[in-house]
């Protein structure tokens, strides 16, 4: 997360090939023989039979269908029904009710299912060159327009009402004191919605309570709590090395951290900080403010609610090879029927629907779409970093970024993290605590299960190295550092 985890964060993984991210497959139509309650062929009916005996045929054969057939059939009926009058009502509006994403509805570029690896790539091969080209042309846009900071305050009066425009000389934090309520007094915590979500949060919680009055400050008869927020965010991106680099950080003395390394608070919750979502994820404005949306992209982004409260924030965002970085995502976050295979499907879903958008819209609308984020099997747009990064460098100075690469941090721990501490201005560690510091092993590793399913195929992984290719290119001429080319990985 240099520069600027990245539907997953520090959250519980969940299964995000279910439901949302499951595509209707054509092939599964068509399949099964159908009866219906007007299926004579079993009745041993005469082929010449009057038609006027089929009223009375009905009304004796339905006496002897079950209840729970008749009910059935009658919810169905009933359900049938108010799907045409939706769709009558909604014509000239957003159409049928469950009528699926238009990303969906694009033909196949490329070929899909388990047998992709045996058969030979070259149509593959042209269609990604096709697509290439079309990335590259649509990568040289006009940077985003940054909104005033007076709309950006409108858009949340509250969290701009709580958080001061001056903090507290001599501490590097933005801190300020906060009047404490005496309705608190009992339970300072009991307004804290991580307590109902997270019991180790709670237990945390628990133990600050204990000696929470011993660090109020008084002042004209009335106590005064301490309030700060991040000197610095490690913003991104997931699955690139956030949760490691977090815990060797706390060892630092000078380095103090939120109970929680995720919160989520300026992306979801507006609680801030080293949460992976940071850098990437701005779809509660397309929930919030969907009518608004336009169609480059959401006109405000986190950074902006973030470079109005502390323009001087440091930012640290890590990258690794986004060929990897998805398939360690992929194995990660869905829980099972994980295969190489299974995995070579969704990226070559997620690839045509990506393209199907940029058919239609700009690169930088269909990165950010959350329609399209939501029907991706696999979170394909969390690796095209430089769209990301233009974004906070429109607001940030690239001083005030620092972006590493996993490869390096994990070849050469030492050196990389001097360079995290040097950015941050922090003191050198003692001989005993660099030694702790980089004996520690490694947090979030791969799972024993997910090692067993070995690499992606091969096929794999040439179709997103090819895809990643032109994304890859203008990240390291804006880094200027060719090694954000991966070409080595």
Not at 72 to 83: A, N, V
Not at 181 to 196: G, Q
Not at 205 to 218: I, M, P, R, S
């Amino acid at each position: 997360m240099s520069l600027s985890d990245c539907k997953y964060g520090s959250n519980p993984p969940k299964d995000h090939n279910h439901s949302l991210h499951s595509l209707p497959m054509a092939e599964n139509y068509g399949k099964k023989s159908v009866r219906t309650f007007f299926d004579f062929r079993h009745t041993n009916v005469q082929a010449n039979l009057d038609v006027k005996c089929i009223p009375l045929l009905f009304l004796t054969n339905l006496q002897r269908i079950p209840k729970v057939k008749v009910v059935s059939f009658l919810l169905g009926l009933t359900l049938t029904f108010l799907i045409m009058a939706s769709y009558i009502l909604m014509w000239d509006k957003k159409g049928l009710l469950f009528t699926p994403s238009p990303y969906q509805l694009r033909p196949a570029v490329f070929l899909t299912g388990t047998a992709t690896a045996a058969v030979s790539s070259e149509k593959n091969l042209i269609d990604m060159k096709m697509l290439v080209k079309i990335i590259s042309s649509k990568q040289e846009y006009t940077p985003r327009r940054v909104p005033d900071e007076k709309d950006i305050i409108e858009t949340d009066g509250h969290l701009f009402s709580a958080i001061p425009r001056y903090f507290l000389p001599g501490i590097k934090s933005p801190c300020w004191y906060e009047e404490f309520s005496s309705e608190l007094s009992t339970d300072p915590y009991r307004r804290n919605l991580f307590t109902l979500r997270s019991k180790s949060f709670k237990t945390v919680c628990d133990h600050l309570k204990t000696k929470f009055h011993q660090h109020l400050h008084h002042r004209d008869g009335k106590d005064f709590r301490l309030r700060c927020l991040p000197y610095f965010y490690i913003i991104g991106q997931p699955k690139c090395g956030t949760t490691d680099l977090f815990h060797r950080l706390l060892l630092h003395p000078e380095l103090k951290f939120n109970t929680m390394k995720e919160p989520h608070w300026w992306t979801r919750k507006r609680f801030g900080e080293a949460s992976a979502s940071t850098m990437w994820d701005n779809q509660a404005w397309s929930y919030l403010h969907g009518d608004r949306e336009e169609e480059t992209g959401p006109p405000f982004l986190a950074q902006d609610f973030i470079h109005a409260v502390q323009p001087d924030a440091k930012i640290i965002i890590m990258l690794r090879d986004p060929v990897e970085r998805l398939y360690s995502d992929y194995l990660y976050f869905k829980m099972a029927n994980k295969s190489a295979e299974d995995f070579h499907q969704k990226v070559t879903e997620s690839v045509q629907l990506f393209q199907s958008c940029l058919s239609g819209r700009s690169l930088r609308s269909c990165v950010y779409n959350t329609s399209l984020s939501n029907v991706m099997p696999v979170r394909l747009n969390l690796g095209m970093y430089i769209v990301f990064l233009l974004d906070w460098l429109t607001v940030f100075h690239q001083e005030q970024i620092l972006v590493l690469r996993l490869e390096d941090y994990a070849a050469n721990l030492k050196v990389t993290i001097k360079k995290v501490f040097d950015f941050l201005s922090v003191g050198p560690l003692s001989e005993q605590v660099e030694a702790a510091l980089t004996k520690q092993p490694m947090s979030n590793t791969r799972r024993a299960a997910d090692r067993n399913l070995g690499p992606m195929l091969p096929s794999t992984r040439e179709l997103l190295s090819k895809f990643h290719q032109p994304f890859n290119h203008k990240l390291a001429s804006v880094l200027g550092n060719k090694a954000f080319l991966w070409r080595n990985t």
